[in-house]
Nanobody
Framework: QVQMVESGGGLVQAGGSLRLSCAASGRYAMGWFRQAPGKEREFVAA????????YYGESVKGRFTISRDNAKNTAYLQMNSLKPEDTAVYYC???????????????????WGQGTQVTVSS
């Protein structure tokens, strides 16, 4: 059973930063998604299993950075210049894959974290 534990959410003022962590019980292709109240879960960022490839949603490009520490089987999402519209529950996701392909669709991921709330005040 794959376990994924997220941490790092919280309340921050607009313009501030947060770093989310996702500790997994193995190494996978990783993604981050978010879901605001009343909205669909949307793609935020993804990194391939090899770490060679990354991709970002348009609304976060240039502000968010996905990374990983393979020794710790942990993925990170560094979020800078946060805006009130970034407020959402953030989920990490994992897919069993051993390539440099990145995955952007929710249905491409096998495992999900429990979610962590990020609230950005104006």
């Amino acid at each position: 059973q794959v376990q994924m534990v997220e941490s790092g959410g919280g309340l921050v003022q607009a313009g501030g930063s947060l770093r989310l962590s996702c500790a997994a019980s193995g190494r996978y292709a990783m993604g981050w998604f978010r879901q605001a109240p009343g909205k669909e879960r949307e793609f935020v960022a993804a990194m391939s299993y090899t770490g060679v490839s990354t991709y970002y949603g348009e609304s976060v490009k240039g502000r968010f950075t996905i990374s990983r520490d393979n020794a710790k089987n942990t993925a990170y999402l560094q979020m800078n210049s946060l805006k009130p519209e970034d407020t959402a529950v953030y989920y990490c996701a994992a897919r069993r894959d051993y390539s440099s392909i990145i995955f952007q669709r929710k249905d491409e991921y096998n495992y999900w974290g429990q979610g962590t709330q990020v609230t950005v005040s104006s």
